[in-house]
């Protein structure tokens, strides 16, 4: 069963840094997502389970890393340069079908989220 915890969001400047992490085990395809008030939620970040490959949204490419630590059944995801485009509630999220790690719409397993809120 997967069940996915979030934690570390916060208040930041603008040009500041945070670390999200998710404790989550039992998966093969693991992401990031956010939604803003008033808007539709989005994919940000996804990896595949043996931590190969990563694929970004625009908006984040460059700022954003999402790392895998498997050892400790915890996903990151190391927001830097954030801007106060970047404030939202972040999820993380999992699905289980194979060669589908990019496809957002495949997500069907999702934390309860994070708050992050970036002031300019």
């Known amino acids: 069963q997967v069940q996915l915890v979030e934690s570390g969001g916060g208040s930041v400047q603008t040009g500041g840094s945070l670390r999200l992490s998710c404790a989550a085990s039992?998966?093969?395809?693991m992401g990031w997502f956010r939604q803003a008030p008033g808007k539709e939620r989005e994919g940000v970040a996804a990896?595949?389970?043996?931590?190969?490959?990563?694929f970004y949204a625009d908006s984040v490419k460059g700022r954003f890393t999402i790392s895998q630590d498997n050892a400790k059944n915890t996903l990151y995801l190391q927001m830097n340069s954030l801007k106060p485009e970047d404030t939202a509630m972040y999820y993380c999220a999992a699905h289980q079908t194979r060669f589908q790690c990019f496809i957002w719409s495949k997500y069907n397993y999702w934390g309860q989220g994070t708050q992050v809120t970036v002031s300019s």
């Open positions: 990896i595949v389970s043996d931590g190969r490959s990563t």
């Open positions: 039992g998966y093969r395809c």
